[in-house]
């Protein structure tokens, strides 16, 4: 099979601007990159099928990652005193599959996350399911697989 480099490359670019508009705390932004149907998942276990029925760390339909990024905007958010400070890498990007309208994306990514004299590292994979739209990609879900998921964790404010 022939790689298509422009669906690569769009989809690269997609995804860079995604972490970036995250890292520069453009959540709003951000946001407008999910369709109306959109969903951001965070399994709590390696593997883990079913969002509904089994825990997860964080499932969220659009509704819900409009109040998260209301909260991240909140003067009174405490979580998020001071500011933390993100920053990305996403490497490793492959076209899982591609129909009509859709593309499933899987990606590694690195985020350090800096708050209050304290550095965290957070590794994983991300599973991007793609929808063409009329002018531009949209994100249909958001798989964040964490490499810890199954470890105790403190509260996660800023979205993966």
Known sequence: MVPDLLLISRVEQFLFQEARLLDERRFEEWLSLFSDDG????????????????????????????????????P????????ARTQRIIGNVTIVSKTDDITLV????????????????FAGEYLH????????????????????CDAPMGAIVIPF
């Open 39 to 74: 969903v951001y998942w965070i399994p709590a276990r390696i593997k883990q099928e079913d969002p509904i029925e089994e825990v997860s760390i964080a499932y969220e339909d659009r509704q819900l990652l409009e109040v998260r990024v209301r909260r991240l905007r909140h």
């Open 76 to 83: 009174h958010n405490y979580s998020d005193q001071p500011a």
């Open 129 to 148: 399911t793609l929808r063409e739209g009329s002018q531009d990609l949209k994100i249909v879900q958001k798989r964040v697989n964490l490499l810890n």
């Open 106 to 121: 899987r990606s590694n990514f690195t985020l350090v996350e800096f708050q209050n004299d304290e550095q965290q590292v």
